[in-house]
């Protein structure tokens, strides 16, 4: 993963001699292949508890570094289309001239998102517990709080700035 990491940074310069144009370039990676890490990591972990609640396999068959055939037909998939999108999300912003077609609000609503299914996955992972109650309650305060600082971000004009 780190390789696909730096690949796309080292490839930000070529074709491009305006600094700015290259440090928006690496900020818009950045982003991108932090949620796509993110994402990718929620999957590994979230794949075994997922196919635990499925009844695809038991407990005592799998671990977070045990991976049962099930498993794996679970997880590939996902893991396949998590890195499509970043690959060509990648792909487009080192193809792109303009880069400024990166809005912060849309940004935060799919943080939101991910928020969201952060929350489901972790959830799922300790769901025969008590504390998942708390978790799930925790996890709904923290996205109503980040609704309203995006709100409030989205309030001020920053074109001003």
């Not at 370039?25 to 972990?45: A, P």
């Not at 935060?108 to 008590?130: A, E, H, P, R």
């Amino acid at each position: 993963m780190s390789i696909f990491y730096f690949v796309a940074m080292g490839l930000t310069p070529i074709g491009d001699f305006d600094p700015h144009l290259i440090a928006e370039k690496r900020k818009n990676i950045l982003i991108i292949y932090s949620v796509f890490f993110l994402v990718f990591l929620l999957f590994h972990g979230g794949s075994e508890r997922l196919g635990i609640i499925l009844d695809l396999y038991s407990l005592d068959e799998v671990s977070q570094y045990s991976w049962p055939l099930e498993r794996i037909l679970l997880f590939v998939p996902i893991a396949f289309v998590v890195t499509s999108i970043a690959v060509f999300k990648v792909r487009r912003v080192l193809r792109s001239k303009n880069q400024h077609n990166y809005n912060i609000s849309v940004h935060s609503y799919w943080i939101v998102d991910l928020m969201t299914l952060t929350g489901f996955i972790g959830v799922l992972t300790i769901w025969s517990s008590k504390i998942s109650v708390l978790y799930a309650l925790l996890l709904v305060f923290a996205i109503y709080a980040f609704n309203r600082l995006v709100k409030q971000y989205d309030m001020v004009d920053l074109s001003k700035k």
